[in-house]
């Protein structure tokens, strides 16, 4: 059955593979996808795999901390397709430091983007899915929200933010039948990843029991599962995706 799809950060990876398996999910649905830099050729090329499977996708560029910016954005979607059926919350931010050297402006710009944005355009959706009575609404965390990760204060209290966010929604959204979940990635190929130098890469590795990085496809699969109906009667979970670093 066609959706109408919602990815924020969907044009590059864990975005990305969540736009494209969804795509092939659902035969015949629209994808909307935020991006946060120029458009360029990348973004086009997202656009044309996404409709080689049979569904139909645009990208935008805004900022998913600027309310008035999500607002048009849900108008837009609905004027189009008149209606939302999954949002995926997946943009977010690092800037990484110690915390005593931390600036203000680094710590608030992480939570601005990272759980502000979440909160803002979760509630702009689910004013319109809980009209429907019927909507996913699916948050991209991390492994670090349970940890913790030094010189990522910012970052890991955004994502356990995001976790606590997801049960309070999920409580007050189930009565009218919109679920609210998350997956929590742990170590995943990504371009933040492959940065790592052959020395932090195994360290990191020797702490992964499955012994490898996940890959976007493998967070993706989660996302598209709590999207789909076989995930019906689950609401205020969170999936973890990480090949046993963090046993919850």
């Not at 959706?3 to 909307?32: E, M, N, Q, Y």
């Not at 108008?75 to 977010?92: E, F, M, Q, S, Y």
């Not at 991209?140 to 929200?145: F, R």
């Given at each position: ?119 803002s355009l979760s509630r ?79 360290r990191f590795l020797a ?42």
């Open positions: 059955m066609s959706k109408t799809i919602l990815v924020t950060g969907g044009t590059r990876g864990i975005g990305k593979a969540v736009a494209l398996k969804l795509a092939g999910t659902f035969p015949g649905s629209r994808l909307f996808l935020t991006h946060a830099g120029p458009r360029v050729e990348a973004v086009d090329g997202v656009l044309e795999e996404i409709r080689a499977l049979g569904a139909d996708a645009e990208a935008s560029r805004w900022a998913v901390q600027d309310s008035a910016a999500g607002e048009a954005a849900i108008k837009d979607i609905l004027d189009k397709t008149g209606r939302l059926d999954i949002l995926v919350n997946n943009a977010g931010i690092t800037r990484d430091g110690l915390s005593l050297r931390m600036t203000e402006e680094d710590f608030r710009a992480v939570l601005d983007v990272n759980l502000w944005g979440v909160f702009l959706a689910a004013r319109h899915m809980l009209k429907e009575r019927r909507g996913r609404i699916i948050n991209v965390s991390s492994v670090v929200a349970f940890t913790g990760n030094p010189g990522q204060a910012n970052y890991a209290a955004s994502k356990a933010g995001i976790i606590g966010l997801t049960k309070t929604m999920a409580l007050e959204f189930a009565p009218r039948g919109v679920t609210v979940n998350a997956v929590a990635p742990g170590f995943v190929e990504t371009d933040m990843t492959g940065k790592l130098n052959d020395g932090l890469r195994e702490k992964i029991p499955l012994g490898r990085f996940g890959s976007p496809a493998d967070v993706a699969r989660a996302v598209a599962f709590l999207a789909s109906d076989e995930a019906s009667y689950l609401t205020g979970v969170t999936i973890h995706v990480n090949g046993g670093l963090h046993l919850a």
